[in-house]
């Protein structure tokens, strides 16, 4: 039994409101983080072994074939940094695209955590469906950003070992 109820139409018209606020919410929190923050290692960000450079996306995922379709957020706030395609080859354009990523990372991770919320005026099966929402909606986000990272870690590690440009 959810903690407010509603007639039907408003109980939607609310979800779809809620979601759109704490999708909006969320990006404009995350683009207002200075990227010198994203530059930084950090153990939230930081890609496993078992990744293998994001080629382990690309295994499961076969995350090429549809990576192009997401829609870049960008696009919609007109504001950040566009990801769908390099900004240069430089180590410095490769290590702010990878510091995008994990702040598109992050702000997919974030626009899951209101979905508990969701159960205060929606049925319990309604919750549920949100939490299910949440996550398939975002984790092809997450998945993208990742799989884009490694690959971009993999290159700029392999550039300063041997002391050239990433791509000349």
């Known amino acids: 039994m959810p903690y407010l109820s509603f007639p039907i139409f408003w109980t939607v018209s609310i979800d779809i409101f809620a979601w759109a606020f704490f999708h909006v919410i969320v990006s404009v ?13 950090s153990v ?18 076969l ?17 950040g940094y566009g990801k769908k395609k390099l900004h ?25 955590a209101p979905a508990p919320l969701f159960f205060l005026w929606n049925p319990i099966w309604v919750g ?4 299910l929402y949440a996550v398939v909606f ?6 993208v950003q990742r799989y ?8 700029t590690s392999s550039a300063n070992k041997t002391g050239v440009r990433a791509f000349s």
């Not at 929190?29 to 290692?41: A, M, N, T, V």
């Not at 939230?44 to 995922?61: H, N, P």
């Not at 995350?63 to 504001?79: E, F, Y």
């Open 44 to 61: 939230w960000y930081r890609l496993f072994a078992w990744e293998k450079s994001g080629r382990l996306w690309q295994q499961l995922f």
């Open 29 to 41: 929190f995350c683009l207002k983080l200075p990227l010198s923050y994203f530059l930084k290692d």
């Open 138 to 143: 975002n984790l092809p986000f997450i998945i």
């Open 88 to 112: 240069g080859t430089h180590i410095s354009d490769l290590n702010e695209f990878a510091a995008e990523t994990k702040r598109a990372e992050l702000t997919h991770w974030l626009s899951m």
């Open 128 to 131: 549920w469906f949100m939490i």
């Open 63 to 79: 995350v090429k074939r549809w990576k192009g379709r997401l829609i870049d957020g960008t696009a919609i706030l007109k504001k």
């Open 148 to 155: 884009n990272r490694g690959r971009i870690e993999a290159i």
